[in-house]
């Protein structure tokens, strides 16, 4: 892609991530057109072996990144940032590693616990009694949104995964994380393909010797 058209792009993923507006998390009550809603999500997620899509980042300070990310899934990920951004998210399988190039530092995470929860699972459940509660359905010409949290610990944040909903068809389109404080980031997704073959090597996290550090509680 060039660096013209990747602007363009950038500027309308931008432009749609103020679509998505996460709902605070709390009882709304949903109705049958919400939970059937929920339904096609959960079918849709689960219906992905692989993704591999460019992103856009928006912080809650609103400086922007970008960069590709490639899942394969169960519990494979790579989130690479483009330069100048120095961090990279992997995860061959059973933890997730945020590695930081210009620091040579490394930090383990279950990534169970951090907002890719929906990408990486084996299979996708938000039915009531789950570990994730969907607290929020919203519907609009061509968008649907969902907002979910931990529903053992609602108060450490929350997620709004948007999709392009097209007649008898979802596409993933982004989604904006909210942590306990309330600070959001918000990912826009552009020239997504799923399904496609993904070798394994691309989720190998071959780190310098020395580089993890406990996660701090």
């Known amino acids: 892609m060039s660096i013209d058209r990747l602007r363009q792009a950038v500027a309308a993923a931008l432009l ?13 009550p949903l109705d049958d057109g919400d939970r059937a809603a929920i339904t096609r999500v959960e079918a849709y997620l689960n219906g992905l072996a692989t993704l591999e899509a460019r992103f856009v980042q928006l912080d809650s300070s609103g400086e922007a990144a970008t960069g590709r990310l490639k899942v394969k899934r ?37 990534w169970a616990d951090t907002p890719a929860w929906f990408l990486l699972a084996e299979r996708v459940s938000l039915a009531p009694g789950g570990r994730y509660r969907v607290v929020d359905v919203q519907h609009s010409p061509g968008l649907l949104v969902v907002t979910a949290v931990n529903a053992e610990a609602p108060e450490d944040g929350r997620i709004a995964v948007s999709f392009a909903d097209r007649p008898g068809a979802l596409k993933l389109t982004g989604w904006v994380a909210v942590d306990a404080l309330g600070q959001p980031t918000r990912v826009s997704l552009f020239n997504l393909s799923a399904n496609r073959p993904i070798d394994d090597s691309a989720f190998v996290f071959n780190e310098p010797l020395g580089v993890f550090r406990q996660q701090e509680p």
């Open 74 to 110: 169960p519990g494979r990920l790579r989130f690479e940032y483009d330069p100048p951004t120095p961090i990279l998210l992997v995860s061959p399988g059973s933890e997730l590693i945020y590695y930081d190039r210009d620091l040579e530092t490394a930090t383990r995470l279950d």
């Open 16 to 28: 749609s991530l103020a679509l998505v507006s996460p709902a605070p998390a709390g009882n709304t």
